[in-house]
């Protein structure tokens, strides 16, 4: 039983030391494991289950919208990467070297993909002649490798999974439709299964994609108040085009440039899910995205019955369409509510003799451990009805908690202040001068999450320098 | 109308070239494209669709046996690689090696995975400590990479998408068992859901997996009578464990080594449906496999009521659980029905005005061009008949043609003579020692493909060297 005395040891309490206790969460949900790869992780059942559900959920959205998914390789020839000049700038610094093939040198160096654009530009190339050959709305599943020094499990690791969209069109009226309508297909599936609340903006020109026109964002606050840039949609207007000569005719037989974007999504979600529900407990999963939604846990279950009432309720709940399991494991029923409240899932059904004697069960929700006796007729509705309640609370409770964490300046001194006394987000006008951004940076390590796209107007003049604002900026320390 | 010109010109026919017909179907079904890297392809959607297909069917057969999914690092340190002997000297030959991160030489070069048993293996060392944590049933969907020379779509590029599946177990019985029913799911998914007949038995010590006791294979011949390895399973006994050190204490509070084993499926069996199936009209896929089932086709679209009754035939399949799509571009009938051909969609609808005034539409069948005349009130019944029927047949058809290609032999004379006159199987009789295997793979080309499961004695002595016959093997030349 070592293991479970592990589990069930307090782990450090997120207030106390907030890095400490996303470490702990991350290890004792096994959510995670450290591998002899320094800055690689191993994703356990317990975590990729989650990844599973997100893919599904966003694969079915993207689909919806007319998204196809292909497979490119993973290496990219490093004539190929320096095409684009903003681009290899960007991301030759942390890429990740093949040099031999078997006991051969290679002619040429790949780097392994840290994002793909010059390879789908490498086929889009070939592939686009013709109006008719547009749009193409590409998207691919796969691990991408970005050599960073420091690393923190799903947060930034040197490998890490996601989807990258790669979409070529032949208007840029087309394109900038496509980076809105993938920046709200993430948006919404942060809000509606994540119970993640977010900002959606524009980056500035400093922290936008490396090689794009304009880059869009989704902002989520953290628990501990930073930042999670937690999705991206890039407008690449035709400068990728033009470096990798991606021409169509059109219907008047004219040579014309596509138009490009790119948009993404990774495993860092699981960090944000983390950070935003978890509690001194451990995870908290909303069930929409959670692999086990109901832990059904027998109480005194070497008496008659009780176990064989457990699995009837599982069978019933899981012909309902629920996620559920039975722990039906040798262990107390106080190890195993600890269990179940640290890996996060849901909600439990408590079922003992007494129980079964009245005719009932005790639905206990993990986030606010509100517990609801109901008849063993109504479970099944009950159960939903407590799923839904525990799902948008839980993202009522996000977005309070971002509301309060979020703090209007208009004095560079009071936000210099705010920044480093009360960590969320503040919001400020800028002048859209990259030495402002620079200078807050290095006065406050915040940096300029976005420009939402809903403006408000909170005074004239830029925090920082007082020259005329164009624009209103969320700021924060991130991930 | 460049690109449906190509289209419907005719591709090379498979008798008078096989090899520039598989060519022709890849490029001209839009499975695949290729790219600036050599050995690498670009699976375009209508390929990765399938290849999403055989995940999801796949996927769910793991799981219904309690596999659970995960994810390792791709990258292997060379340290890690060289614990397993024979293992590092079957895989270091072909490994692709990174060398620099970022701008930094790395202090220990990794290759990039060509499978991943060390890396499991320095896992579940970590992992596995007692009896309880036994037994770990783990799979992860990636790719590999193994720096071939000679590449061909699907069948031999230098990364490939494939499943690992990767086990531990208290008992050599258990991994015994394990292997023998994932190469089960296997050879049942193969001929359930891709119609493609397979024979199961083991590898001969020459031809099975570095690093394993015993390598189980699933065999499939193609249609030109070659044959090729359509899944395997590895049973490693405790030797990974021994140079990993993973051991477990038994309940009786004693170390011992647990005992492992992997298996795989992967890309190459897009390439399998092809040649299986093939046609010289191009592609035609099982319909349990498609990721289009049926491509409604009006005839005479221009008239009025015609266009809107394919849509609401297709919204009536669509509704009852299959996979349609309606042709409505503004080609001819006589090209849209090249197209669906080209592509393998497995039947297609022609409706027209005459049709629709006397309620009928008219099934054709893509494998052998079966017309079916049905009423409108019956197709959704009889499109099942239909689809099942081509399904099963698709089956027996490739049986029927395996079957005709294997040749039983006694005397070598006559074994070499089939080898060399008549591709496709030969069943004949082996001693048991790899100067034979070598001989007639230099005689010959050929090499011993399994000992199939179903054994029989076809002679007394082995059909090169003629001293006692220790098994029945089936022999071929391969992809």
Known sequence: MAKDKKLVEAITSMDSDFAQWYTDVVKKAELIDYTSVKGCMVIKPAGYAIWENIQKELDARF????????????????????????????????????????????????????????????????????????????????????????TRPFLRSREFLWQEGH????????????????????ADFCEEVLAIPVIKGQKTDKEKFAGAEATYTIESLMHDGKALQSGTSHNFGDGFAKAFEIQYTDRDNQLQYVHQTSWGMTTRMIGAIIMVHGDDSGLVLPPRI???????????????????KAYAIRDELLAAGFQVKVDDSDKSPGWKFSEQEMKG??????????????????????????????????????????LNA???????????????????????????????????FVRAMWCGDQACEDKIKEDTTATSRCMPF?????????????????AMVYWGKAY
């Not at 070529?168 to 920046?183: D, W, Y």
């Not at 809903?454 to 164009?470: F, N, R, V, W, Y």
């Open 63 to 150: 689909k919806a919208t007319g998204v196809e998914n292909v497979y490119l390789p993973m290496f990219i020839p490093e004539s190929l990467l320096q095409k684009e000049k903003d681009h290899v700038e960007g991301f030759a610094p942390e890429v990740a070297w093949v040099t031999h093939g078997g006991l051969e040198p290679l002619q040429e160096r790949m780097c392994v993909r840290p994002t793909s654009e010059t390879l789908f530009c490498d086929f889009y190339a070939k592939e686009v002649q013709s109006y008719r050959d547009l749009p193409k709305v590409y998207n691919q599943w796969c691990s991408v490798v970005r050599w960073e020094k420091t």
């Open 345 to 386: 899932i849901p909600v439990r059904i408590e079922i003992g003799p007494k129980d079964i004697e009245a005719g009932q069960a005790v639905i206990v929700r993990r986030d606010n451990r509100e517990k609801t006796i109901v008849s063993l007729g109504e479970l099944s509705q009950k159960l939903a009805e407590v």
């Open 290 to 308: 959670a692999p086990v939604q109901v832990m059904v846990i027998p109480i005194a279950q070497h008496k008659e019955g009780v176990l064989d």
């Open 390 to 424: 525990m799902q948008s609370e839980m993202l009522e409770r996000a977005r309070a908690h971002r509301d309060a964490h979020t703090y209007d300046v208009t004095a560079y001194e009071e936000f210099v202040k705010t920044l480093e006394e009360k960590p969320g």
């Open 454 to 470: 809903e403006q408000e107007k909170l005074s004239d003049t830029c925090i920082c320098c007082g020259k005329p604002a164009k």
């Open 167 to 186: 979409t070529a069109h032949a208007t840029a009226e087309e394109a900038e439709a496509r980076t809105i309508q993938m920046l709200n297909v993430y």
